[in-house]
């Protein structure tokens, strides 16, 4: 079968995930109202292509239009924010924990009723795989119901009082501000709402922008956001980001940016803002994660997991491995096996069963990636699966290059889709000095079964990259682990726990441990005048 053939035809495509409408789009969320935006739309087209009836010509799939909102219109939306926040006096930063958990999990349950409808906007807006897509649904709503368990605990660890060296206090994290939140294409629900939920069920108000891909599925949750908050708790935008966010930032009113994308995006967005040293950022950015394969590597494990970890959703994941260093001892046994891998991986559409290969949402992509893959051929690298690299439309297929060097751009530039390349050595200090010198420091993954050697490797990159992986891909999850990074990788930490701590601060009420100021404390308690000193204990 050509690769032109991996796309289908309409009738090939089955009801339950036919997309026959398009949505024109027009709402948006400004103060706790879906407002009807009049002026130009953005069309929002899928990866997917249809091929002709009669012959093999494609015709990209248009989806819909999301509003194009203007910069204006972005400001309203920050007014509303702040006007909700009111310098931390607000209904909803003051409001008590419980009662915010209460608003979170009714729009969980409205949520829910949307889950088909965002699945098959997942599959056909960046071409994710029903299994993944409805993996990536279902995970976030876990999610959410992990955040709200870990802030009941929270909460309860913080009912009692402290005593320490003769004073008597009571510490509880408190919101920070208001929020501008912002996701990535690859995860457009589960990484976005990482960071949405927890500024929310902290007491932040937030500005929302959809990703840029993957925008069109937050369309069905629009009605649950409106129910679920108090009108400007949350507001959800759409627009060019630099006719849109720009002005945000260069108000000084964003207090919390929570980003995940490229480093130089996020630098750009930051240096806007006038009062840097009063933004505080939670980025997830670049990364260029390598595998390093020591000799003794069992060959089997490793291929396997290399195949996962490089190619999963096309490579389209920040904790994706971007470069595998493999000892020149098993060089050739690996790129044999890894060819031999890759060749089963099964090319299609995202609502065909097997499917690990799909079309790309990023216009110009496919051109990136082959150009990448010219310069590593040009320079040296020769390829190693047969059709690696051949394109139709958005379909690039997954392409094995070895040897690389550094001499190639694939060598350090992070290539976010189905290219692995493969680097040999001979002396494990060139891949140690790769590590420590990159610009980046998320994740890597050691594959080896020398205890000693590779305890010793641990030790050299503990300090270097945020998550080291022993004879496993590198990932995310589980959501209660750290997920950080260092250098540019990276700013803040995200996991369940660390994601309430990252979207809010420790406030300290403190008096004398003494009998006068004890009995005043204690009548604020007992009368419930005070909120935050109230010793209400969350079941």
């Not at 993996?135 to 992990?146: G, L, N, S, W």
């Not at 190619?311 to 890894?338: D, M, P, W």
């Not at 139709?392 to 190639?408: E, H, R, T």
């Not at 010793?456 to 496993?472: H, K, M, S």
Request: charged share 20%; aromatic share 8%.
């Amino acid at each position: 079968m050509s690769v032109v053939q991996v796309f289908p035809r309409a009738a090939d495509i089955p009801a339950e995930f036919a997309h026959s409408k398009e949505i024109t789009q027009r709402e948006y969320l400004l103060n706790g109202e879906l407002t009807e935006w009049q002026g130009e739309l953005s069309p929002v087209v899928s990866p997917v292509y249809l091929r002709s009836e009669h012959n093999n010509e494609l015709q990209q799939v248009v989806l819909g239009h999301t509003p194009l909102l203007d910069a204006d219109t972005a400001l309203k939306a920050l007014d509303s924010a702040v006007k909700a926040y009111d310098l931390g006096r607000g209904a909803w930063p003051t409001m008590p924990v419980l009662e915010r958990i209460q608003h979170v999990e009714t729009f969980l349950g409205l949520m829910q009723q949307q889950r088909s409808e965002v699945i098959r906007l997942l599959m056909w807006e960046i071409g994710k795989t029903y299994p993944d897509a409805a993996k990536e649904f279902d995970r976030t709503c876990d999610y959410i119901r992990d955040t709200i368990a870990a802030l009941k605990q929270q909460d309860r660890d913080a009912s009692h009082f402290v005593i320490e060296q003769g004073s008597l206090g009571k510490i509880r994290r408190v919101p920070v501000g208001v929020a501008l939140c912002m996701g990535p294409f690859n995860y457009p629900l589960n990484e976005t709402f990482t960071t949405l939920i927890p500024a929310l069920i902290m007491g932040n108000t937030v500005i929302f922008k959809p990703a840029k891909y993957g925008v069109l599925l937050i369309q069905p949750l629009l009605q649950a956001f409106k129910q679920s908050f108090p009108p400007g708790v949350i507001n959800i935008i759409y627009g060019r980001g630099r006719e849109t966010v720009g002005v945000l930032m260069e108000s000084g009113k964003i207090d919390l940016f929570a980003f995940i994308g490229t480093n130089k995006g996020a630098s750009d967005l930051k240096r806007m803002h006038p009062k840097p040293h009063r933004l505080r950022a939670v980025l997830g950015l670049d990364a260029k994660n390598p595998a390093i394969i020591l000799p003794d590597a069992d060959m089997a494990r490793t291929v396997k997991e290399c195949v996962a970890g490089s190619l999963s959703f096309n490579g389209q994941r920040c904790t994706a491995l971007k470069i595998l260093f493999v000892h020149q001892s098993c060089a050739a046994e690996l790129v044999e096996k890894l060819g031999a891998a890759i060749a089963e991986l099964k090319a299609g559409m995202p609502w065909q069963t097997g499917v690990a290969i799909t079309p790309l949402p990023e216009p110009g992509k496919t051109a990136f990636l082959t150009e990448l893959l010219q310069d590593a051929l040009s320079k040296g690298a020769k390829l190693q699966n047969s059709g690696g690299g051949e394109t139709v439309a958005s379909l690039f297929m997954p392409a094995l290059l070895y040897p690389v060097n550094s001499s190639m751009r694939l060598y350090s530039e992070e290539q976010f889709g189905p290219l692995v390349p493969v680097v040999p050595y001979d002396d494990i200090n060139d891949v140690i000095d790769y590590v420590v010198n990159s610009n980046f420091g998320q994740q890597l993954s050691i594959f080896g079964q020398n205890a000693q050697q590779v305890g010793e490797l641990v030790d050299i990159f503990a300090n270097q990259v945020g998550r080291i992986n022993i004879n496993t891909q590198c990932q995310r999850g589980p959501d209660s682990f750290p997920f950080n990074g260092r250098k540019d990788s990276a700013e803040g930490t995200l996991s369940v726990v660390d994601a309430l701590r990252q979207f809010s601060t420790p406030t300290l009420v403190a008096a004398k441990y003494q009998d006068g100021d004890v009995d005043f404390i204690r009548q604020m308690v007992s009368s419930r005048s005070s909120r935050f000193l109230a010793t209400d204990f969350l079941f």
